[in-house]
């Protein structure tokens, strides 16, 4: 157990709905950085989120958002969602006092099925 | 800008022999390296990293890796595979000089251990 906590592990909704993904990070941590797996991308990085802040962003589609709360958990929002984003959501956190060096703790992951 | 090849989607090795699953990388600084595994259904599971020093960096569940440098490999390695290590791997790297930290993830390679 990475004691990154994401809910719900499984998700079936339609087509141009909205969905909201949480993150509880390990306790301590105030990085959080949210990733796509899919088959044919692979792990794909979304945003981190750090404090509170947004800190870095990367492959993430204006439809979606995210934000870190005062209490360091995190939700990552899906909206207008296509059957293309049907994919494996993984939420990681990390202590950040050495952004390099530190390692990055990967939660169970949500598993989003549009239909 | 930084970047991972895992060049096999898939290795086979037989239960009892030794394993080895390749990852070459690409940064324009110092490279902070990563090996993460994933079983199915779970999210990544952190393995071992290189930072600094050794080059044969010890982790979890018996795996070494070996950072060489001229030429940019960090190959996973275990003296002795088990069946239950089949799942996928991951190699992953960071690299502040891009100006980003974000950890870039390789494609992942399926190991498979045979009885």
């Known amino acids: 157990d990475s004691g990154v906590t994401q809910t719900p592990k499984h998700l079936i909704t339609a087509t141009g709905q909205r969905v909201t993904l949480r993150c509880s990070p390990r306790?301590?941590?105030?990085?959080v950085y949210w990733y796509q797996q899919s088959l044919d991308q692979g792990l794909q990085f979304l945003i981190q989120?750090?404090?509170?802040?947004?800190?870095a962003k990367g492959n993430i589609l204006e439809r979606f958002s995210a934000q870190q709360f005062p209490d360091l958990h995190s939700e990552l929002n899906l909206s207008s969602l296509e059957l293309g984003d049907s994919a494996l959501y993984f939420c990681?956190?990390?202590?950040?006092?050495?952004?390099?060096?530190?390692?990055?703790?990967f939660g169970e992951g949500s598993w989003l099925t549009v239909v | 800008a930084q970047s991972v090849a895992q060049p096999e989607d898939q290795v086979n090795v037989a239960e009892g022999n030794p394993l080895t699953v390749k990852c070459t990388y690409s940064?324009?600084?110092?490279?902070?390296l990563f090996w993460y595994v994933q079983y199915p259904n779970r999210g990544l599971q952190f393995l071992l990293k290189?930072?600094?020093?050794?080059?044969l960096v010890k982790g979890s569940y018996g795996f070494e890796a070996e950072f060489n440098k001229s030429q940019t490999s960090f190959h996973l390695k275990k003296p002795s595979a088990l069946v239950s290590d089949s799942a996928l791997y991951f190699c992953?790297?960071?690299?502040?000089?891009?100006?980003?930290?974000?950890?870039?993830f390789g494609r992942g390679t399926s190991l498979i251990v045979h009885p």
């Open positions: 990681a956190s990390s202590v950040e006092g050495d952004p390099i060096g530190n390692t990055i703790y």
């Open positions: 992953a790297v960071r690299d502040l000089s891009g100006g980003s930290y974000i950890p870039t």
């Open positions: 989120y750090y404090n509170g802040e947004e800190r």
């Open positions: 940064v324009s600084g110092n490279p902070y």
């Open positions: 290189y930072i600094t020093g050794d080059n």
């Open positions: 306790s301590g941590d105030l990085s």
